[in-house]
């Protein structure tokens, strides 16, 4: 059994940020993980993929991380450019603001194992699965098809826990080029990282409610992630 809503976090620069979180029912300190949006918002998928985790012994929060212009807006995935503002006016000093306050609602959780906190997120929330491992001491961090990485290379070297990539070989948004530029940072900083390319998959595709969706290549990501977050959060 499981326990899930939406709660609301007070940030230290006085926004007001609602975050859906699920809460394992079994009376232990579980491990956590901050969960990412896609750019389409904190929709009914990303609160699936939340209860999912929840269900494999985690508590997890994922943060409305569009709460500075809109409060818990989900798009339509076939409206990007009605999303496209929303993740314009994200910036970097927000973001840190949003992930200390929920990585401060785990600290103070007293059923949260607090040296076993990870991340991990999708799309958009790739990028800030990554970012996160940057600026919080996190075990561990998974990152799906995240566009813009390539633009934070310079933070691999500040990377706390290992980070698992998946990327899609068709993907025209995070090309070829991209993800080498991300690997190679974590190469250079000696950092330690998986990196999973599905030649047959496009962007998007652990997404069953997204037209690039591919059953195969969700199961197998899945199942993946499942077992990388196991052996650095739950032994």
Not at 3 to 13: A, E, S, T, V, Y
Not at 68 to 89: C, G, L, M, N, W
Request: include cysteine.
């Amino acid at each position: 059994m499981i326990n899930h809503d939406f709660i609301n976090l007070k940030c230290p620069d006085g926004t007001s940020m609602d975050a859906y979180v699920a809460i394992p029912e079994n009376g232990n300190v579980n491990p956590a993980l901050l969960l990412f949006q896609e750019a389409f918002g904190v929709t009914q998928h990303i609160r699936n993929v939340a209860e999912r985790l929840c269900s494999e012994g985690y508590v997890v929060i994922a943060p409305d991380l569009y709460h500075r212009t809109a409060k818990r807006i989900e798009v339509p995935y076939t409206d990007f450019a009605s999303a496209d503002p929303h993740r314009q006016a994200i910036t970097l000093e927000g973001l840190k603001v949003d992930l200390n306050t929920c990585f401060g609602w785990l600290k103070d959780n007293p059923g949260v194992q607090k040296d076993r906190v990870g991340s991990i997120g999708f799309c958009m929330g790739g990028r800030v699965a990554y970012y996160s491992n940057s600026i919080l001491p996190l075990a561990a961090s998974v990152s799906y098809y995240g566009g813009g990485i390539d633009l934070l290379t310079g933070m691999a070297k500040q990377l706390h826990g290992p980070q698992l990539f998946f990327w899609g070989g068709l993907d025209k948004h995070v090309t070829e080029d991209k993800v080498a530029s991300v690997i190679n940072a974590l190469k250079t900083a000696g950092k330690e990282y998986t990196s999973v390319t599905v030649s047959y998959a496009d962007h998007g595709f652990n997404c069953d409610e997204r037209t690039s969706y591919h059953p195969l290549a969700a199961k197998e990501a899945w199942a993946h992630t499942i077992a990388f977050l196991k052996n650095r959060l739950l032994v």
